[in-house]
């Protein structure tokens, strides 16, 4: 949607709720061995098949973009996730060691989070454009029910990125990017310090039609 001042642009997006179901396999870690006739730390992987289901909730994304020059464009952005309103997620595994079917729900305890983001994109030329931001995310799980073992979006965190584009034809554009994730130190309930980091990169090629 066009704000109607020159140079600027606001848009919004919502995504309706939907159900995921993840599939991969079942490694079993024996970490107590009065209940298994298991030696204690003994993996056994690639056990069985494993199905998650989790239902991914509303997505609200508002954003904005303002071109300074022709050459420079400021963006931002900021998506509200009502995780909140998924009160479990659901697993269902085989393990062939044991020849069983399980089926698991666990609650969640999620709460709905938030993300902020501001990017900057430069034409360098007709051919090449390079892009940079940073965004932050909020914690989707309230700090009673942290673990150390508690995924990404349990943590307040960061994501740095820079990336550039390059117009291999008039609709076919080759892209790259780098990016760098940063959670910030929490300490669960049970004194348990724990942090994240990941750098990682993406290529791809992309078209239009």
Excluded at 116 to 140: D, E, R
Excluded at 163 to 182: D, H, P
């Amino acid at each position: 949607m066009d704000s109607g001042q020159q140079g600027l642009r606001i848009g919004f997006v919502t995504k309706t709720p939907t159900t995921l179901d993840f599939e991969g396999d079942v490694k079993i870690i024996v970490v107590d061995q009065n209940t298994s006739t298991l030696p204690t730390g003994t993996a056994v992987a690639n056990d069985g098949s494993a199905t998650f289901t989790v239902d991914i909730p509303w997505f609200f994304l508002l954003g904005a973009s303002y071109r300074v020059t022709p050459k420079l464009l400021v963006t931002g952005e900021t998506a509200y996730r009502t995780w909140g309103d998924v009160e479990s997620k659901e697993t269902e595994y085989y393990q062939s060691y044991y020849g069983t079917t399980a089926r698991r729900v666990s609650e969640t305890n999620w709460i709905d989070n938030w993300t902020l983001g501001v990017g900057l994109k430069y034409q360098f030329s007709p051919k090449f454009v390079g892009t940079t931001g940073i965004v932050s995310t909020t914690h989707a799980l309230e700090s009673e029910y942290k673990t150390v073992a508690s995924g990404c979006s349990d943590l307040n965190y960061f994501n740095f990125a820079v990336g550039a584009g390059y117009m291999i034809t008039e609709k076919i554009e080759a892209i790259c990017s780098m990016y760098y994730y940063i959670a910030q130190k929490e300490t669960d309930p049970s004194g348990n310090t724990y942090e994240r980091s990941l750098l990682g990169s993406v290529f791809g090629i992309r078209g239009s039609f």
